[in-house]
């Protein structure tokens, strides 16, 4: 990923992409972001806020994230952080960062190369 200016991946004898790197990347990313709180949420906090698609917990070095995964339109994405943020500030939690979660090149070959059944 770092050496590569283009990558080319095959599945099964097929290739299946074949970009720049960066453009690949951009391609697959999801928009992931890293919500760091003061103490872990209840599930179900954010059913019915128009965009997120999921959430879980998470333990880091940190503490603990939430990870919410949320749409990738535009107009519903900029919905979706202020409806997340304002969940959370509705039920007092302490917002001490948000990071979007960026795609790395092994979770970009594994999106192309896992077929389910």
Known sequence: EEMADRIGI??????????????LLDVFSDQVYVFRLDRAPEAGLLDGVEGVLASE??????????VVRIANDPKLRSGALYG???????????????QQRQQNLESVFLTLTTSTI
């Open 10 to 23: 095959i599945n099964k004898g097929e290739l299946v992409a074949c970009k720049p790197t960066a453009e």
């Open 57 to 66: 917990i998470e333990s880091s070095d940190h503490g603990l994230d939430y």
């Open 84 to 98: 997340v943020i304002g969940r959370l500030q509705q039920q007092g939690f302490q917002l001490n960062s948000i």
